[in-house]
C-alpha cells in the first residue's frame, strides 16, 4: 500500500517537475511564440519518457500557453491581435472600477495582500527571475480583483487567465530590463494608498494600458519581437 502510495506520488512530483519546466521555458522567452515543441527532444534533454511531456503540454494547453493539432504536434501558442485588443479594453474598463471599489471599501486586509505581492515581486525582480515576476505581477492584478468586494469581477479576473498569461508574458521585450517592473507597481500600490477614486480609476487605466500600442505593434510584426 505504502509503496503504491509512494510510486503515484513520485510519478505525480515527476510530472509537477516538467510541467514547471516547461512553462519556464515559455514564459522565460527560451521557448518562443509559435515555436514547435519536439516531445523526443525535450524527453531527452529532461532524462524523462515522453509520458511526462505529453501530460506536460496537455496541462499547458490547459493554461493556454500551448496548442495542440494531430498533425502540427504542439506549439507555444500566438495571442492574436482581435484577442489582445479585447483583453486590452476589458481591464481598462474594468480594472478601475475594481481599484476604485477596493479603496472604497478601506479593507486593511487588502492593503496587507498587496503589500505581500510587492514583496513576491521584488523577490523575482532582485533574482531576475522573469518567469515568477509575470506570476507576481498576474498576482498584484487579480489581489486588486479580489479585494474589490465583487463576486462578479474576481470571476471575470479568473475567467480571463488564459488570455491574461498571453498578455503578461508578452510585455516582458517590452521592458528595458526586468528591474524596471517594481517601480510600475509600487507607484500604484502608493496611489491605492492615497485613496483618492478618482486618481485611482486614472491611475489604473493608464497603468493597464501602458504597452498596449507597443505590445499589439509587436503582434502585427513578430519580427519585432526582442528577447
Not at 493556454?64 to 486590452?88: C, Y
Not at 480594472?95 to 476604485?100: K, L, S
Not at 505581500?116 to 486588486?144: N, R, Y
Not at 491611475?203 to 505593434?217: G, K, N, P
Amino acid at each position: 500500500m505504502n509503496g503504491c502510495y509512494m510510486s503515484f506520488a513520485g510519478f505525480a512530483g515527476l510530472a509537477t517537475d516538467v510541467t514547471s519546466d516547461i512553462r519556464e521555458r515559455i514564459l522565460s522567452g527560451r521557448l518562443s511564440d509559435g515555436e514547435r515543441i519536439v516531445e523526443r527532444e525535450l524527453a531527452e534533454e529532461l532524462g524523462v519518457s515522453r509520458g511526462p511531456i505529453r501530460d506536460a503540454l496537455r496541462l499547458l494547453e490547459a493554461e493556454g500557453l500551448v496548442i495542440t493539432s494531430p498533425r502540427r504536434g504542439s506549439r507555444v501558442s500566438l495571442p492574436t491581435g482581435n484577442d489582445a485588443g479585447e483583453i486590452f479594453a476589458i481591464r481598462a474598463a474594468l480594472e478601475p472600477v475594481a481599484a476604485t471599489m477596493l479603496v472604497e471599501r478601506g479593507d486593511p486586509a487588502a492593503f496587507a495582500a498587496l503589500d505581500d505581492a510587492i514583496t513576491k515581486l521584488g523577490a523575482a525582480v532582485g533574482s531576475g527571475d522573469w518567469p515568477q515576476a509575470i506570476h507576481a505581477d498576474m498576482h498584484f492584478h487579480g489581489t486588486i480583483f479580489r479585494y474589490s468586494g465583487s463576486r462578479r469581477l474576481k470571476r471575470i479576473w479568473d475567467g480571463m487567465n488564459t488570455s491574461l498569461l498571453h498578455i503578461f508574458r508578452g510585455h516582458r521585450p517590452l521592458y528595458r530590463s526586468i528591474e524596471d517592473v517594481l517601480p510600475r507597481h509600487i507607484e500604484y500600490l502608493e496611489v491605492l494608498r492615497r485613496g483618492d477614486p478618482a486618481e485611482v480609476a486614472q491611475h489604473a487605466c493608464e497603468h493597464v494600458i501602458e504597452f498596449r500600442d507597443r505590445f499589439l505593434a509587436q503582434l502585427a510584426d513578430p519580427h519585432d519581437h526582442q528577447p
